[in-house]
């Protein structure tokens, strides 16, 4: 499976947007998808994730409330909306893929899965 995201941009803080990672497989369908991100000098952090059939979502503290993770099978997609942005939330986004949730979450994508290739979005404060 192979990851596009897309939707980055610079945003005013208050603001919102809404990255797009989109996949080349139907298996796609079947998998879990997750949003990561990274700010230079630090370690990549988990976001969002999504079960395979959209009925569970996970997120980190630190973006409850703000961020929606969602999914639309059809189109072989998986949304991260943001809402709210604040300038910490400046960096790049990635997505990931994979059979299993603790794999996404954990960041550990197997064999199997994906990475795509990351998104930059910057906040103005």
């Known amino acids: 499976v192979q990851l596009q995201a897309s939707g980055g941009g610079l945003v005013q803080a208050g603001g919102s947007l809404r990255l797009s990672c989109a996949a080349s497989a139907r298996t796609f369908s079947s998998y879990v998808t997750g949003w990561f991100r990274q700010t230079p000098g630090k370690e990549r952090e988990f976001v969002a994730a999504i079960s395979w059939n959209g009925y569970n979502t996970y997120y980190a503290d630190s973006v409850k409330g703000r961020f929606t993770i969602s999914k639309d099978n059809a189109k072989n997609t998986v949304y991260l909306q943001i809402d709210s942005v604040k300038p910490e939330d400046t960096a790049v986004y990635y997505c990931?893929?994979?059979?299993?949730?603790?794999?996404?979450?954990?960041?550990?994508?197997?064999?199997?899965?994906?990475w795509g290739q990351g998104t930059q979005v910057t906040v103005s404060s």
């Open positions: 990931a893929t994979d059979q299993g949730l603790h794999s996404v979450v954990t960041g550990s994508i197997g064999n199997r899965g994906s």
